[in-house]
T-cell receptor, first 113, second 114 residues
């Protein structure tokens, strides 16, 4: 049972445009959400997070939006740069009966120069 | 502050053997989690330790085990290796692993089983 879903395996965007990566979750007990970026042969790097009491969090070019009623969050990257090309993982944690962060399958972003 | 350190980075084992992977968390972090990443499968949660106690375990067979030492360093062990165990094993640490706590990853240990 996948509790965190990233339904788009890949996304291609032109440099300078906006990249929007989407994530859905099923467990209403999740109350903290995170995005990680991963390059090949490296561990995931923490990008940005949001708690369930907020609906938006911004850090430079990265903004995460949370829609609790739809159980949906998205990561916006503006403007997109070729160096942003990587796999992006959505993750969630909360009072789900244990101390663990659950990850989605990832979305591979290609930013074309 | 040094990041999460995992050793070894790469290793090749034969089916039936066992393997031990090591993780040193960020200084001051007391929670250590382990994940397995295989192509197309995202990051699958293995287990989480805090103060030498396993607090949660994912849906992996008993061949996968771990432990945490008093200095918060952690090891995971896989016994009777199978070809399907070939994966990137990632360790992550956080302050205390409670909700709203961000976890930080090491670079991983690449295990190939032949």
């Amino acid at each position: 049972d996948q509790q965190v879903k990233q339904n788009s395996p890949s996304l291609s965007v032109q440099e300078g445009r906006i990249s929007i990566l989407n994530c859905d979750y099923t467990n209403s007990m999740f109350d903290y959400f995170l995005w990680y970026k991963k390059y090949p042969a490296e561990g995931p790097t923490f990008l940005i997070s949001i708690s369930s009491i907020k609906d938006k969090n911004e850090d430079g070019r990265f903004t995460v939006f949370l829609n609790k009623s739809a159980k949906h969050l998205s990561l916006h990257i503006v403007p997109s740069q070729p160096g942003d090309s990587a796999v992006y993982f959505c993750a969630a944690s909360g009072n789900t009966g244990g101390f663990k962060t659950i990850f989605g399958a990832g979305t591979r972003l290609f930013v074309k120069a | 502050k040094a990041g999460v350190t995992q050793t070894p980075r790469y290793l090749i084992k034969t089916r039936g053997q066992q393997v031990t992977l090591s993780c040193s968390p960020i200084s001051g972090h007391r929670s250590v989690s382990w994940y397995q990443q295989t192509p197309g499968q995202g990051l699958q949660f293995l287990f989480e330790y805090f103060s030498e106690t396993q607090r949660n375990k994912g849906n992996f067979p008993g061949r996968f085990s771990g432990r945490q030492f008093s200095n918060s360093r952690s090891e995971m062990n896989v016994s009777t290796l199978e070809l399907g165990d070939s994966a990137l094993y990632l360790c992550a640490s956080s302050d205390d692993g409670t909700f709203g706590n961000t976890i930080y990853f090491g670079e991983g240990s690449w295990l190939t089983v032949v």
